[in-house]
C-alpha cells in the first residue's frame, strides 16, 4: 500500500516559522492533489492548504500570506512552509493525498505530527 509521513513540526514562539514534510511512499502510480489539514485541541479537523498535480493551490483565509504549500514530484513530497506563525496556529497537522495506485485512485492520511506555537 502506500504510507505518508510526516516530518518537521516541533515548537516555535510567535512570529517563527516552521516547514512540514510529507513523504509519500509505497506502491504509487502517480499522485493527484495533495493537502494539508490540521486538527486543534477540542475542534474538528479542517483543511489548510492544498495543491493539484498541476500545481494551483488553495489556502483557509486563516494562512493567507502566511502559509505556502509546495511540491516536488520527483520525490513524492509535498511541503507546507509556515510563516509567522500564531499560538492559534498550534494543532496536530497531517498530509493528505490521492494516489493512484495501479488503476485504483485511493486517499491515504499521514500519521499527524504535532506543531505548537507559543506567544
Known amino acids: 500500500q502506500v504510507q505518508l509521513v510526516e516530518s518537521g513540526g516541533g515548537l516555535v514562539q510567535a512570529g517563527g516559522s516552521l516547514r512540514l514534510s510529507c513523504a509519500a511512499s509505497?506502491?504509487?502510480?502517480?499522485?493527484?492533489?495533495m493537502n494539508w489539514y490540521r486538527q486543534a485541541p477540542g475542534k474538528q479537523r479542517e483543511l489548510v492548504a492544498r495543491?493539484?498535480?498541476?500545481?494551483?493551490?488553495n489556502y483557509a483565509d486563516s494562512v493567507k500570506g502566511r502559509f505556502t504549500i509546495s511540491r516536488d514530484n520527483a520525490k513524492n513530497t509535498e511541503y507546507l512552509q509556515m510563516n509567522s506563525l500564531k499560538p492559534e496556529d498550534t494543532a496536530v497537522y497531517y498530509c493528505n493525498a490521492d494516489v493512484w495506485v495501479g488503476v485504483q485512485l485511493k486517499n491515504f492520511w499521514g500519521q499527524g505530527i504535532q506543531v505548537t506555537v507559543s506567544s
Open positions: 495543491i493539484t498535480s498541476g500545481g494551483s493551490t
Open positions: 509505497g506502491s504509487i502510480t502517480s499522485i493527484g492533489g
